[in-house]
């Protein structure tokens, strides 16, 4: 892809329901008038508003998180970008070529709920190796926001996914694989992304003030996101 010095958001989205990949990408538009705006897809999403470049990519919707990696590796961008969730919000630009400046990745760090007890199982399926052993210690890593300096690093995420039990390619697997790279490749968890700022969860109020990224993770959050992101847009348009 031609380099660009725009600030790079990426994001992958495979589904009927825009909803929530639309209030992303215009938050984004807002925060980063500027912005690239990549969304990671399927030839039958809808089109999602606001995005700057789509790339359609085989995908196996029963299998998101081999299909999720598999498509930031396929995408071969090679400069500086923050590939993010859907569900969430942007509050402030980013610089990726700033936060990847001495450092190949940036993952996000855990920093909410570290001693929840793990729930072995998950849908339906067997993590018993981790269960009720505390969140902080079986991922310490959030996949919400990462930021890297190229492809390359995600496809080492991609082929690590591939290699594990097909569990992970169902749930958890790119925590799993984030998690495996960062030990293998001796990152050190100081130089990650704290979850407060590029990740934090709409109910701790007294991060949400200095966030870039806020979380609206799971369904229960959904309706708070939808509000959040309405006075967001309010408050652009005085």
Same mark, same amino acid.
């Given at each position: ?20 990949? /639309?209030? @992303? ?17 399927? *030839? ?12 359609? %990519? ?15 590796? *396929?995408?071969?961008? =090679?400069?500086?970008?923050? #590939?993010?969730?859907?569900?969430? @919000? ?16 940036? %993952?996000?760090?855990?920093? %909410? ?8 199982? %998950? !849908? ?5 190796? #981790? ?9 310490? $890593? ?30 958890? !697997?790119?925590? /799993?694989?984030?998690?495996? $790279? ?8 100081? =130089?990650?992304?704290? /979850?407060?700022? #590029? !990740? ?39």
């Amino acid at each position: 892809m031609k380099e660009n010095n725009k600030n790079n958001y990426v994001f992958f989205y495979v589904g009927d329901d825009i909803s929530q990949p /639309e209030m @992303l990408a215009e938050s984004i538009s807002i925060a980063d008038p500027t912005a690239e705006i990549i969304h990671c897809s399927d *030839e039958s999403t809808p089109v999602v508003e606001f995005v700057t470049q789509r790339c359609n %990519f085989k995908s196996d919707r029963q299998r998101l998180m081999s299909s999720r990696l598999q498509a930031f590796a *396929e995408l071969g961008l =090679n400069e500086p970008a923050i #590939y993010v969730d859907t569900d969430m @919000l942007c509050m402030k630009a980013i610089a990726a070529r700033t936060l990847t400046k001495d450092v190949k990745a940036r %993952f996000c760090v855990r920093e %909410f709920n570290l001693d929840w007890s793990f729930n072995g199982n %998950f !849908g339906g399926l067997d993590f018993n190796e #981790y269960d009720k052993k505390p969140l902080g210690e079986v991922y310490p $890593y959030v996949a919400c926001a990462t930021a890297t300096t190229d492809s390359t690093v995600w496809r080492h995420l991609a082929d690590l996914l591939e290699g594990l039990h097909p569990k992970f390619k169902l749930w958890y !697997g790119d925590q /799993e694989a984030i998690k495996r $790279y960062c030990v293998s490749a001796g990152v050190d968890p100081k =130089n990650g992304l704290p /979850e407060t700022i #590029y !990740g934090c969860l709409p109910e701790f109020k007294e991060f949400v003030g200095d966030c870039v990224l806020l979380h609206f993770k799971g369904q229960l959050r959904k309706s708070s996101m939808t509000e959040a992101f309405a006075t967001l847009k309010k408050k652009s348009q005085r």
